[in-house]
């Protein structure tokens, strides 16, 4: 009973001592009063009434980077009167929506970077089925709110009655809702320029540590047709990191893997973070060797290099055999799906639109719907949880469900539109005739008594 007090004792102790430690004054705004004599006097007006209006805001930003150089809201929002989008605003003229423009007098290499990778041209996706897709059979603000809030909107102001935008509450001219608040990672913004660093690095605290850990990529890579969050939370790397978390030193001012830090890897360590030979890059694809994303996967121009620089991140935790037997097998399973389910099914598409089957018109036959899952939703899965080691996604969100769409819906939803045209079953015939599909016809007595004695070995039934 005198340790059970003792206990409750101490437990109202360290909860009073938590309440007070608490209730101290934040770091952060220490932060401000510290840094109070770099920042210059519009920064510091805008900070004095931001800590009134948006607390947190303010909050975030004492405690960044940007605060401890001196950089404050007037650096990265200040405009030209000229400029798209630009306002009056507290004595000063800014602009709502910070850009690259913004960042690259300060991070020139970095936005060089980030302006020829695929995340750049990330709204580039606009003309393809998958928007249509969106906004055509889904309806607009189903692309809006889902497919350009990773992707990007186009930032556009409203037009009013006169020509000009209307003003906001503010006083800023209005941006169009469905464009804007957007942080999608190829967001094509009112100066021009592609892309926006918050999508990482979160405004306005604007964190080095937040965009090394992969919680910030499952934002967007997540989901049915390309769940690169959820392999890799199931993969060992997930696993490891996870696990060993707090000792990632995610706040280190350099992160290199193999020296700063050697419990895990995440999304940036392998696709953008340094290595003791390679330099930190914000072009995400410049170690990826093949394009996982269509129909048939290619390897990408220049794919030797971007491999070896991968497997240089490898070999920060892995040895030249391991290393070299995963990307055999990476490769021949991507060979799998070019060769027995997605070249096969692209040809039977082909003959029925060639023959007059189809419609030009996506998605108004059920065939294209089956199809359309079959590559870009199980197809996608099993070659991306090949990529990143994640069994359950190979198997079965993977190629189990490949293989029930092609056998059970395509091919016979295929057969039905061809009405009888010989070219398009020429083509189906070429697939049954295939030996990888010769399974279909049937087990012989062997193989079938073999599978039994197994089972009743087994499970005793």
Known sequence: MQRRRRSRLATVFLALFSWAFLALPAPAAAAVKAKSASISPKSRACVDCHRQKTPSIAAQWSGSAHARQGVGCWECHNADAKDPGAFSHGGATIVTVVTPAACAPCHGDISAEFQKSHHANATKFIGSLDNILGEVVEGRLAAVNGCWQCHGSTVTLLTGAAGAPPKSAAGAPAIDPATWPNTGIGRINLDGTRGTCSACHSRHAFSKAMARQPEVCGKCHL????????IYD????????????????????????GKDYTAAPTCSTCHMSATAKLPVTHDVGARISWTLRPVLSKKLEGW?????????VCSACHGGPFIDSFYKSFDDTIDLWNTKFAQPAQNVM???????????TPFDEEIEWTFYRLWHHEGRRARMGASMQGPDFVQWHGFF?????????????????????????????????????????GLSPEDRKKIDEFYKQRYGN
Do not use: C
């Open 304 to 312: 030797e290099k971007k491999r070896a620089d991968m497997k240089d």
């Open 350 to 360: 082909t003959a029925l639109r060639e023959a007059g089957k189809l419609t030009p």
């Open 234 to 257: 199931e993969s060992k790397h997930g696993i490891a990191y996870r696990t060993q978390k707090g000792d990632m030193k995610l706040d280190a001012p350099t992160w290199i893997v």
């Open 223 to 230: 989901g049915p047709d390309h769940p690169q969050a959820e």
């Open 401 to 441: 469900e490949v293989a029930e769409n092609f056998y059970t819906k395509f091919l016979p939803q295929a057969k039905e539109a061809a009405h009888g045209d010989e070219k398009v079953l020429a083509v189906l015939k070429a697939v049954e005739d295939d030996p990888r599909h010769a399974w279909r016809k």
